[in-house]
């Protein structure tokens, strides 16, 4: 199994600034999702983060946009950068260790 | 863009009854999983069938799978008020690796 938290678990930003999300998980794993959830939408992968190496990111999604780190093997990070009110959305973090986890998700509204 | 398509897309019924929900995809896969969300939170995992299995239960769920027809199926027996969330399908096209969301299903059990 897997526990994952993420910080913060919600915000409200002003448009034009950038947010950092924290993704800790309890156990090593090799590959992190970041996925985003906008209001009353489905989840949307933005990218998938390998330790040592560049996060591939899905169609629609750029780093200059979604920048992310991922400096060990139980952490990443994901910012949002230059946010709009269109950046408005859940994002989690996810792991697959056995199955599928989920970390609780962070809530951003830009205003 | 979302492999999975749900339907319905909203479904309201009396506390024990019968929810069945439905899942559509476009591409082979490598397993099908169920999720459950509560009012934006984190997603929780309910079942994962492989491509070579047929039908699952995990207490009052049954998920079946259609290869042929690239669908699947997810009924929840004897709902409770409890029961009311978000269900989304997912598809993975290879173990472990990462995942494509249908559109979910919004359940509301009415006590």
């Known amino acids: 199994s897997a526990v994952i938290s993420q910080k913060p678990s919600r915000d409200i930003c002003q448009r034009g600034t950038s947010l950092t999300i924290q993704c800790q998980v309890d156990?090593?794993?090799?590959?992190m999702f970041w996925y985003r959830q906008q209001p009353g939408q489905s989840l949307t992968l933005i990218a998938t983060?390998?330790?040592?190496?560049?996060?591939?990111?899905e169609s629609g999604f750029v780093i200059d946009k979604f920048p992310i780190s991922r400096p060990n093997l139980t952490f990443s990070t994901l910012t949002v950068s230059n946010m709009s009110p269109e950046d408005s959305s859940i994002y989690l973090c996810?792991?697959?260790?056995?199955?599928?986890?989920f970390g609780p998700g962070t809530r951003l509204l830009v205003l | 863009s979302q492999q999975g398509e749900e339907d319905p897309q909203a479904l309201s019924i009396q506390e024990g009854e019968n929810a069945t929900m439905n899942c559509s995809y476009k591409?082979?896969?490598?397993?099908l999983q169920w999720y459950r969300q509560n009012s934006g939170r984190g997603l929780v995992h309910l079942i994962l069938?492989?491509?070579?299995?047929r039908e699952k239960h995990s207490g009052r769920l049954r998920v079946t799978l259609d290869t042929s027809k690239k669908s699947s199926s997810l009924l929840i027996t004897a709902s409770r008020a409890a029961d009311t969330a978000s269900y989304f399908c997912?598809?993975?096209?290879?173990?472990?690796?990462?995942?494509?969301f249908g559109g979910g299903t919004r359940v509301l059990v009415k006590p």
């Open positions: 591409t082979s896969i490598n397993n």
């Open positions: 156990s090593q794993v090799t590959m």
């Open positions: 996810s792991v697959h260790a056995e199955t599928q986890y």
């Open positions: 069938i492989r491509s070579n299995e």
């Open positions: 997912a598809t993975s096209r290879a173990a472990g690796n990462k995942l494509t």
């Open positions: 983060a390998n330790q040592g190496s560049e996060a591939t990111y």
